[in-house]
């Protein structure tokens, strides 16, 4: 816990990282940006898919709508959340000459997108919507 405060810390002062270790051939930093930028696209991609979801399908039952649309804009909140964090930690073990961080994030992004993907299959299949056809 006490790690993740100072991890948060860092996000509002990286200059700070500047006081550990020795500075890293520029060529990994500027890897680890674009990494972070990577992650930051997919953040905006899921915050744009929620609210594609939220606007452009109203005649989806509200709840299954909202639990979709819900589902991508907290999955895109944390994949930007994650993509800072996890750019001081790499940035932090680069400078320290340590092993880069792992992390589970990946594999909890790639369920909650399967899941809202399967949830939209079954969408499309079932046709489950307020609006009567004929």
């Not at 200059?15 to 972070?36: I, K, Q, V, W």
């Not at 915050?47 to 299954?64: E, H, I, M």
């Not at 930690?89 to 790639?110: H, I, N, T, Y």
Request: glycine share 8%.
């Amino acid at each position: 816990m006490i790690d993740f405060v100072k991890d948060v810390r860092l996000w509002f002062a990286p200059s700070r990282l500047r006081d550990e270790g020795e500075t890293p051939d520029y060529r990994f930093s500027l890897a680890n940006e674009r990494t972070f930028l990577a992650w930051i696209r997919t953040s905006l991609a899921l915050v744009g898919g929620g609210f594609a979801v939220d606007q452009f399908l109203p005649d989806l039952r509200w709840g299954v709508r909202v639990g979709m649309a819900l589902a991508l804009l907290v999955v895109g909140a944390a994949c930007a959340l994650r993509a800072v964090n996890h750019w001081v930690r790499c940035e932090r073990a680069m400078r320290r000459g340590e092993d880069l961080p792992l992390s589970r994030f990946p594999v909890l992004l790639s369920l909650g997108v399967g899941l809202v993907a399967v949830a939209m299959v079954v969408v499309v299949l079932l046709g489950w919507t307020t609006a009567t056809r004929q």
